[in-house]
């Protein structure tokens, strides 16, 4: 499978196979290669944020901030999408929040602070909507105070 991935870089199906085959083995170290061919192949919605996931984590752990940044960019835009097109959705809308603030985090890893600041507001804005959606759920109130802190740091820089 791994010959064929490297040889034929448009079989999406096998890209996929290994990526999530690694996954399950907890394979970190051949992951991020398959997981960027089966990126440069796929166009589907839900499987690409399905990918970037853990491409974003691979990569920042690896200390390419760039690339998880740039993961998480296109993975906050999926969920963002997804949450538009399902706003009773607590569940699409609480990946979108999630997503937009680890981009936050990882543009601030960047130094990009003109980039992280407006990300916490949004963050901020999207956790505490879904803090008044669900008032008698505590983490969305201490997510959406999180982000506003982190919001706030900038404004005082």
Known sequence: ???????????????????????????AARQPDVIRRALYVISDPDTRAELLAPYADLMLKAGDVKAGGDALEELSRLHETNAHLKPDDVGARSA???????????????GVFDQAAPLYQKAHRVFSDLSAMKPDHPGLRALADKALQDARRFQSA
């Not at 997503?99 to 985090?105: D, F, G, H, M, T």
């Open 1 to 27: 499978y791994e010959q064929v991935s490297a040889l034929d870089a448009s079989d999406a199906n096998i890209h996929l196979y290994l990526a999530r085959r690694y996954q399950m083995a907890g394979d």
């Open 96 to 110: 979108y929040a999630v997503s937009v603030a680890r981009l936050a985090q990882a543009r601030e890893m960047q």
